[in-house]
T-cell receptor, first 117, second 112 residues
């Protein structure tokens, strides 16, 4: 499959569960992102990885834990979530200059629809 | 940090009319301004972008204008078609970092 893929597409979990979201990009990009999309809210940037190093952590609660083992894969580990964490979680990738001096289009995955019960 | 405001939140136009969506940003150092379209149940996709060294850019029926002094940028869609119905997001990229801040989105309805 081409572009950016995400699994699972839908996830229902209880507040005491531990689960992981997976993102894979097939575009040869060097930066990957996690966003949270809630109803009637802007896309909220959660984490940025550039060249496999985390460069941004947008004050995200510790119950969300990212992992980037290589430039093609990105995970979001979830534990003890709250009902307000229910949202669409979007992964994106882009090809960036190493120092962030220039910006380019982000390619989004289809998202994981997460419901916390 | 950067803050992006987007108006209107909802816009309804008749097919063939023009649609304009406006955004303002707070960080004068931001240098890249993309616009994304998200159809119902689908992923956001870039439709046009503009950099801070350019005042206007056009791609067929879509144009974007940037006023750096006023920190405004706008999306213009001419001859709207029903397939233009979607949510449109503006965004601003902070300089020297990797953060892109998105506006809240505009839901555009094009009535046939």
């Amino acid at each position: 499959e081409t572009g950016v893929t995400q699994t699972p597409r839908h996830l229902v979990m209880g507040m005491t569960n531990k689960k992981s979201l997976k993102c894979e990009q097939h575009l040869g990009h060097n930066a990957m992102y996690w966003y949270k999309q809630s109803a009637k809210k802007p896309l909220e940037l959660m984490f940025v990885y550039n060249f496999k190093e985390q460069t941004e952590n947008n004050s995200v609660p510790s119950r969300f834990s990212p992992e980037c083992p290589n430039s093609s894969h990105l995970f979001l580990h979830l534990h003890t979530l709250q009902p307000e964490d229910s949202a669409l979680y979007l992964c994106a990738s882009s090809q960036e200059a190493g120092d962030g001096s220039d910006a380019y289009e982000q390619y989004f995955g289809p998202g994981t629809r997460l419901t916390v019960t | 940090g950067e803050n992006v405001e987007q108006h209107p939140s909802t816009l309804s136009v008749q097919e063939g009319d023009s649609a304009v969506i406006k955004c303002t940003y707070s960080d004068s150092a931001s240098n890249y301004f993309p616009w994304y379209k998200q159809e119902l149940g689908k992923r956001p996709q870039l439709i046009i972008d503009i950099r801070s060294n350019v005042g206007e850019k056009k791609d067929q029926r879509i144009a974007v204008t940037l006023n750096k002094t006023a920190k405004h940028f706008s999306l213009h869609i001419t001859e709207t078609q029903p397939e233009d119905s979607a949510v449109y997001f503006c965004a601003a990229r902070e300089t020297g970092g990797f953060k892109t801040i998105f506006g809240a989105g505009t839901r555009l309805f094009v009535k046939a």
